[in-house]
């Protein structure tokens, strides 16, 4: 079965950090991009990152640039996003999800494959 798991959300205070790691099984995880896609209560899923298979290309929302750092091991099936300086309006479920492309993926309809959620509350 194809899994997508998705951890290490939590509560923190605005200006703080936090590290998600997305576990990938049951597909060729190196022939797949791979994505995180928040939503917020009341708000569009938005798509904050991803990186390509193998090139380790990269999309970044505006909102994350110089905040945020997608990367991935594809030795241990796992994509981290790296969450630094975070806001009060970064609060939201995180879901990863895969999409088998040759580049990066922008929006969520694009992808093929998504875990479940993570919450991440940052405070003011």
């Known amino acids: 079965d194809v899994q997508l798991q998705a951890s290490g959300g939590g509560l923190v205070q605005a200006g703080g950090s936090l590290r998600l790691s997305c576990t990938a099984s049951?597909?060729?995880?190196?022939?797949?991009?791979i994505g995180w896609i928040r939503q917020a209560p009341g708000k569009e899923r938005e798509g904050v990152s991803c990186?390509?298979?193998?090139?380790?290309?990269?999309y970044y929302a505006d909102s994350v640039k110089g905040r945020f750092t997608i990367s991935r091991d594809n030795a241990k099936n796992t994509v981290y996003l790296q969450m630094n300086n975070l806001e009060p309006e970064d609060t939201a479920v995180y879901y990863c999800?895969?999409?088998?492309?040759?580049?990066?993926?922008?929006?969520?309809?694009?992808?093929?494959?998504w875990g479940q959620g993570t919450q991440v509350t940052v405070s003011s």
């Open positions: 999800a895969a999409a088998r492309v040759t580049g990066w993926v922008k929006y969520p309809s694009e992808y093929d494959f």
């Open positions: 049951g597909f060729t995880f190196d022939d797949y991009a």
């Open positions: 990186i390509s298979a193998r090139q380790g290309l990269t």
